[in-house]
């Protein structure tokens, strides 16, 4: 990859070279001709020079404005209004519907539309349709010459007649038009027929001055040398003459290209009388000649790239371009891009982050489609702990992945805060219950604070020379933020979050902390506790000190929770289920008791007006007296296993709880009801299929089970749990049947519906890496890891008929349209068969496929996941970004980049045409996003 990138750069600088030589060359032929002729009508003629260089030199700009809702209050409760959106000196004219319920405002879309004339102004009306008329009830104009590039600008529309306002995010920037994919192919054409119009027109001129000087030198060489010489002579007395009137090294490129093509078309012999009449022809013909020849070697070395990127791939369909793959550098970073492009440029101008933000270059929107989080089924309960919060009665704040979470109880809707470069490990809520802090894994982790209402960033920075953090908590104030590292001392980190200095810091204990709280009273304490240990800090005059609690008689064992009530009492759960009850006082261990049974108390939280409630390992959640230690109402989850984070809402009625197996349960203490909120897999995830035409998918992972998914509903259908890793999941085309192909290199056939067992084999002890149905749903073809490739065939229960075997493992399976073919690749070459014996294939060019894998993983070289979405093609990158680029010309540069994923996003699949399922293998969550239509105008 490296020696290629090498070349192309040398080619490229050989071309810049070239004509900035010819350039200088021309340059100064017009001197001396205007020296020589001072005639004004020869002075007035236009330099000679390449134009198709002067087509991509020249710069003509697109300009994309971006017009956002971002805050609106209407007193009105009619849904028949809309937005009008018209430019001034054109006929463009937009119209967006508005929703209104309770005052609140939302549009359906963004306004984006491109000009080229930045000297417009846009009207923005607001209208109110009645039965029979529509009435204007607010305007606004924006001049967008006034505005600056990759810079928001704030508009406000006041309403006459209403109580209400409408508050419009305006962002604008500019690209160059050679930019756009549609004006590429374009200026391509254009820029070969001027280059080819211009160069006759020069070669004419040429060919006037210079006939006679070459018709006579060409004669008198003929005359003398022999007639099987005569194309040597003609090399030499021709770059003598043009050195007399260009440069050297003009002289040698047209030497060394003219004998070529004379000493193949002239015959060996000729007489002297040919070589006279022929002297006159080519006087004539020849600089006629050597123009186009110079016209098309200038453009086709201009258009190297682009010729190169025209590879046909083996059906004669689709077209996949390689070199822009070969020719990219992975420079950017996860922390450089988020997908939130208008909200992320908005924080970076008013925050200064650290970390630099280019959405728009990363957001194409020349492309066909973009995404938009919808919804993410997924907790980071296995790895972290004490990490869900209530912020108000209906909402609370969690996260998994690099996203921070809103989840809103009402009516099941999700808000997102994107602003991570890795995995958020920890969680704390500001004593406001408005800000968060979070806090990610990796060296010198990055914390934001941020708001959870509008999701705007407050402040961020890193914390130095520190290894991941896993524990993040506010004073009691809210002015102090303490937290906790993973590095091997544990440290412990004051800090004065809002001017961003590090007030103190020091190791914490030599084995790792579990949980930490701050004192309820005083800003200066608080409290860590892990595995043998129980530390009482105090922060004061920037010292930073600490005393190690005293367990008395009782054996030392593993605190996994604690809690500080509103009487100052410290509470802690232990491994094996007991609650310790310490003294701030003198840090002595005052008395203990049983709380939960068959495992720890791994979860504790105070009560907003005193008492507290406990999480076990049992799956329940008790709520105790804080005075006698009674037990005073008990909740008992269905499927949620080990309780790791539990908070109780400000009004004191509900519970929520997320559980080991990464799920979020909300409890009422009145009822004593449960409710799964948040599902998903309890180990890593690694394959996705969605359904051929019902909004569903199944999800396979490491935990040994399948999950059957409702993509209307948000919510898991029906689960299936088997004896093995899966690696890949697959629905029929007829969506009657799912595969699973097994690591050990078992497979699965259940029914779609009821998820019944159709057969169960394992005739291989590869694991499967691919899987497909033929098109009549007739064959099941199996590829395992090894190289391996089985036919198994419905009509007899899913036996095998047959296997093949090629070089390699097999990372890609295409049926042929009729049924009669498949093909398998390596990643390098594909094979070809017939499907009724798997006889291989020696003729395969006029096979129609049904689908393009082959190409993929061939083309673009270690591609794990990918689909089709109208006109794009979606990949899955090992940096855990998704990729949506251009089909079938890929070419990153023009491409689309999100972020959301803490790990690899093993795999991913279009539902419907309209959403796009991933799932991330280690952050262990399912992503759906909107996979919205651009308008280009």
């Known amino acids: 990859m490296e020696k290629q990138q090498k070349k ?49 030199v020249e710069k003509k700009y697109f300009h994309w404005i971006f017009v956002k809702l971002c805050d609106a209050y209407i007193s009105l409760k009619s849904q028949n209004v809309f937005a009008i959106l018209s430019i001034k000196g054109t006929q463009m004219k937009k119209s967006r519907s508005i929703q209104i319920k309770d005052g609140s405002v939302t549009w359906d879309q963004v306004f984006n539309f491109g000009l080229i004339n930045l000297n417009r102004t846009v009207n923005i009306e607001i209208y109110q349709k009645d039965t029979e008329n529509e009435s204007i009830i607010g305007s606004t104009e924006i001049s967008l010459i006034d505005l600056k590039e990759n810079s928001l600008v704030n508009k406000q529309i006041e309403f006459t007649n209403l109580d209400g306002y409408f508050k419009l995010n305006i962002f604008y920037k500019k690209f160059l038009k050679t930019q756009s994919l549609k004006n590429q192919k374009q200026i391509q054409k254009d820029s070969k027929t001027e280059s080819k119009t211009d160069t006759k027109k020069d070669s004419k001129k040429d060919s006037k001055k210079d006939s006679k000087k070459d018709s006579k030198t060409e004669s008198k060489t003929k005359s003398k040398t022999k007639p099987k010489t005569e194309s040597k002579t003609e090399s030499k007395t021709e770059s003598k003459t043009d050195s007399k009137k260009d440069s050297k090294k003009d002289s040698k490129t047209e030497s060394n290209q003219k004998p070529k093509k004379e000493s193949k078309t002239k015959p060996k012999t000729e007489s002297k009388t040919d070589s006279k009449t022929d002297s006159k022809k080519d006087s004539n013909q020849k600089p006629k000649k050597d123009s186009k020849k110079d016209s098309k070697t200038d453009s086709k070395k201009e258009s190297k790239d682009n010729q190169k990127q025209n590879s046909k791939s083996p059906n004669n369909q689709k077209e996949i371009t390689n070199e822009s793959y070969s020719e990219r550098t992975e420079t950017e970073t996860e922390s450089e891009i988020f997908s939130d492009s208008l909200q992320n440029e908005n924080l970076r101008k008013q925050n200064n982050l650290e970390t630099k933000i280019e959405n728009f270059s990363k957001q194409n929107d020349s492309l066909s489609r973009k995404l938009k989080l919808q919804f993410v089924y997924g907790f980071r309960g296995s790895e972290s702990r004490h990490n869900i919060y209530y912020i108000n009665n209906e909402e609370f704040v969690y996260h998994t992945a690099k996203i921070g979470i809103i989840f809103n109880t009402t009516n099941r809707t999700q ?92 190791p914490g204990y030599d084995k790792k902390i579990l949980a930490i709280a701050s004192h309820p009273k005083d800003p200066t304490q608080f409290v860590t506790c892990g595995i043998s240990h129980i530390k009482f800090w105090n922060f004061s005059n920037s010292v930073l000190n600490s005393v190690e609690g005293n367990f008395g008689t009782k054996q030392k064992t593993m605190l996994l929770s604690i809690a500080i009530t509103q009487n100052k009492t410290v509470l802690t759960g232990t491994k094996t289920g007991e609650i310790l009850v310490w003294s701030y006082d003198n840090y002595k261990l005052i008395k203990f008791y049983r709380a939960h049974t068959g495992g720890g108390c791994s979860a504790l939280s105070a009560l907003p007006h005193g008492n507290f409630i406990s999480g076990g390992k049992d799956g329940k959640a008790i709520i105790w007296d804080e005075k006698t230690f009674k037990e005073l109402n008990k909740i008992e989850t269905m499927l949620g296993g080990q309780i790791r984070a539990i908070n109780v809402s400000p009004n004191g009625k509900k519970i929520v709880s997320g559980t080991l197996k990464n799920q979020i349960w909300e409890s009422s203490i009145e009822s004593k009801k449960s409710e799964l909120l948040i599902m998903s897999h309890g180990d890593e995830v690694w394959g996705v299929a969605t359904h051929p035409t019902k909004p569903q998918f199944v999800t396979a992972s490491d935990d040994r089970t399948i999950l059957c998914w409702d993509g209307e509903k948000n919510e898991m259908k029906s689960r299936l749990s088997i004896n093995g890793q899966p690696r890949i999941v697959i629905y029929s085309p007829s969506g009657e049947y799912i595969g699973v192909g097994l690591r050990d290199g078992e497979f699965i056939i259940v029914t779609s519906g009821d998820l019944k067992q159709v057969a169960n084999r394992k005739d291989m002890a590869s694991p499967v890496s691919q899987m497909v149905f033929s098109p009549d749903n007739k064959q099941l073809l199996i590829g395992f890891e090894d190289g391996t490739v089985a036919n198994y065939k419905s009509q007899t229960n899913f036996r095998k008929s047959y296997e093949v075997k090629i070089e390699g493992s097999v990372k890609a399976l295409d049926f042929s349209k009729e049924n009669d073919y498949f093909r398998v690749s390596n990643g390098k070459q594909s094979y070809f068969f017939a499907s009724d014996r798997g006889k291989l294939l020696s003729d395969h060019e006029k096979i129609s496929w049904i689908s393009y894998s082959c190409d993929i993983v061939e083309k673009i070289p270690d591609v794990d996941s990918f689909d089709f979405a109208p006109g794009c093609l979606i990949l899955a990158q090992k940096s855990s970004a998704i990729q949506i680029s251009n089909f079938p010309n890929v070419d990153p540069n023009e491409s689309s980049l999100y972020f959301g994923h803490g790990s690899k996003v093993s795999n991913l699949k279009c539902l419907q045409k309209s959403f796009l399922i991933s799932v991330g293998s280690k952050d262990m969550s399912i992503f759906k996003w909107d996979l919205i239509p651009t308008y280009d105008f």
Do not use: Y
């Open 8 to 56: 192309l750069l040398k080619l490229r600088q050989k071309q810049k070279k070239k004509l900035m030589k010819l350039k200088a060359k021309k340059e100064k032929q017009e001197k001396k001709k205007q020296q020589k002729n001072p005639n004004p009508e020869q002075t007035q003629q236009p330099s000679i020079q390449s134009p198709q260089k002067q087509q991509v």
């Open 415 to 506: 808000k997102f805060f994107f602003g991570h470069s890795s995995q958020i490990s920890c969680i704390g809520l500001h004593p406001n219950h408005k800000l968060v802090a979070t806090g990610q894994e990796g060296k010198e982790p990055l914390i934001c604070i941020w708001d959870s209402q509008t999701l705007q960033l407050h402040t961020s920075f890193k914390v130095p020379s520190a290894k991941g953090l896993n524990l993040i908590t506010f004073s009691s104030d809210g002015k102090i933020l303490f937290c906790v590292s993973t590095d091997p001392q544990h440290t412990v980190w004051v800090w004065d979050w809002e001017n961003k200095s590090l007030l103190a810091s020091a």
